[in-house]
């Protein structure tokens, strides 16, 4: 059964830190991704790694203050949070498409909020 589970989430104050987790079981995945979505708002992609780590996507909105990463496992990758806002609440996903399956996987999210 392919999963993705999403892990570290919590409350922290503007200024801090979080890391997020998100490992896949089942497969093992070239592209992950990480979406927020924010109360009333749509889901928005925040960071995508690849399977070589080369040139991570990152949302303007985020840029210099999040990284995205993976272990050697390839089935575990990592979002870095520093210097995080208010703006920065929502609850985080990852997900991923498998082109041999012809589907994607989201996880079932960890909520991140920071206060003021």
């Known amino acids: 059964q392919v999963q993705l589970a999403e892990a570290g989430g919590g409350l922290v104050q503007a200024g801090g830190s979080l890391r997020l987790s998100c490992t896949a079981s089942?497969?093992?995945?070239?592209?992950i991704n990480w979406f927020r979505q924010a109360p009333g708002k749509e889901r928005e992609l925040v960071a995508s790694i690849g399977w070589s780590g080369i040139s991570p996507y990152y949302a303007d909105s985020v840029k210099g203050r999040f990284t995205i990463s993976r272990d050697s496992s390839m089935n575990t990758v990592y979002l870095q949070m520093n210097n995080l806002k208010p703006e920065d609440t929502a609850t985080y996903y990852c997900?991923?498409?498998?082109?041999?399956?012809?589907?994607?996987?989201w996880g079932q999210g960890t909520q991140v909020t920071v206060s003021s």
């Open positions: 997900y991923a498409y498998s082109q041999r399956i012809g589907r994607g996987f």
């Open positions: 089942g497969r093992t995945f070239g592209i």
